[in-house]
């Protein structure tokens, strides 16, 4: 099959994917935005048409005619040379155009998208932009999810989303993976898709560590909760003191404990309230949480680079053990080895910087990554909400240290 049909084909296939994650929402869930950096589910449906209209259609398909002016100024999310748009914290205004309207504009765009590859001379540079789109939509998809579950967590009846949906499984006993000292080599290689900043393939030397075999577990991290971890400044970095104090944080997002000092934890997971699996990994957590953890351990946080070293040393396929839906979502089973595939996103303790040879590209495709390389840590791995396809050793995920409404988790290092 040739690389225009494998994308026509993809097409369809992510497109009804998203439509089935929003399929079990009522019409007030898809309109929500409890905190900013949640964006309703209609506004994901709406954005992720407007991508495929904005810089595929309207340049290339003759005559084509745009459902509604206005969407451009709804649905565009951060590109500042795609013109003015909704500011993000004020999405969850938009109860107009309703779901409804918002799956017909989907569906607009889906057919004019037959259209233009039916008809359209397109180059490899188009292909390239409509692979692109493709992996923003995944993006979403997973963001959908992550989405999804804050909005469902913050009612007080704590509904489920589906009944089936698996975030974790248990973690085996832990080892430490050596990393020895050396020169190697990171970053994406080979044919395959990639975001633009896994690009820049290149050398960097590490000392010699190890690295644990998986990521910290709620048992563990109950430990911390135990010994007064969220209490003692001593293991906190600055911000994250602050960060504890303001918001007066006392465990991981979601968790819930029953009446009484020594209630049952509990917590919310997409397929409801459930009591803690000690032996899953602890997820829901911030860097700040993720790095006062490791210091509490004596131990540390990897960089990315150790974690990209450790899995080309020890881990380099996706093991057997992962089983995979149909919608690309990953469905954790216990792994038999290392782990280092999609539980739960890591934080390393490595700042989101270019990688050497890093070059932004003109337009609104050199806004997708490069100009958020500020404030922001990086994670590696991927989690129960993301799709299969994004699952590889150089793929770099990125958000402020105090966020954790992601699947974001722990793993530990330390210096030899």
Known sequence: ??????????????????????????????????????????????????????????????????????????????????????????????????????????????????????????????????????????????????????????????PAYQSVFAEQAEAQSQGWLAIPEGLYEIGHQGAKFCFDNEQGRHKTFIHAAQIASRPVTNREYLEFIADGGYQHFEHWLSDGWAWVQQEQIKAPLYWHQTEGSEGEWQLFTLSGLKSLDLDAPVTHVSYYEADAYAAWRGARLPTEQEWEVAVLLHQPQIPEQAVFMDKHLYQPQAPSGPD??????????????????FNKREGAVGEYNGKFMCNQMVLRGGSCATPRDHIRASYRNFFQPDKRWQFTGIRLACSQ
């Not at 280092?340 to 040879?357: D, K």
């Open 340 to 357: 280092f595939w999609g539980n739960v996103w890591e934080w390393t303790q490595s700042a989101y910087l270019p990688y050497p040879g």
């Open 1 to 158: 099959m040739s690389r225009e049909q494998r994308l026509i084909d993809a097409y369809s296939h992510v497109r009804q994917q998203t439509l089935e994650l929003v399929a079990p929402l009522s019409s007030e869930d898809c309109c929500s935005q409890p905190i900013d950096d949640v964006s309703p589910p209609k506004w994901h449906l709406g954005h992720t048409s407007w991508f495929f209209e904005t810089f595929l259609l309207k340049p290339n398909l003759p005559d084509y005619r745009v459902c509604d002016e206005r969407y451009a100024y709804l649905f565009n999310s951060y590109y500042e040379s795609a013109g003015p748009r909704v500011l993000r914290s004020q999405r969850g205004r938009l109860t107009r155009p309703d779901i409804d309207a918002v799956k017909a504009y989907r569906e607009r765009v889906d057919a004019s998208m037959q259209l233009l590859f039916l008809e359209a001379d397109l180059s490899a540079e188009h292909w390239q932009l409509i692979e692109l789109g493709l992996n923003h939509e995944q993006q979403h998809q997973e963001l959908l999810l992550t989405d999804i579950k804050y909005i469902l967590g913050c009612n007080p009846l704590l």
